[in-house]
């Protein structure tokens, strides 16, 4: 299923909880967020759903902040 918000697609894949209390991560997904065996994830009920963040190692992060506009007006008060 593909959903399309604010001009972003978002491609929805529908997954089955197992007795065991599992769920397969579709394949497209995986390879889109480049998953691999043994990532690990924050796990997160927010309201009626849940939500899976992959931890990410802090060689990944590098220069996530790159071109970020570092100019902003500062408070007289603050440092």
Not at 10 to 28: G, Y
Not at 59 to 78: C, P, Q, S, V
Request: hydrophobic share 40%.
């Amino acid at each position: 299923m593909v959903i399309l918000s604010y001009n972003i697609r978002i491609d929805m894949e529908t997954v089955t909880l197992s007795s065991k209390f599992q769920i397969v991560i579709p394949q497209a997904v995986r390879e889109k967020l480049r998953l691999t065996p043994g990532r690990k994830f924050r796990v997160i009920g927010y309201g009626d759903r849940v939500e899976l963040i992959p931890i990410r190692p802090i060689e990944e992060m590098r220069g996530i902040l790159k071109g970020m506009d570092t100019n902003i007006e500062r408070e007289d008060d603050r440092l």
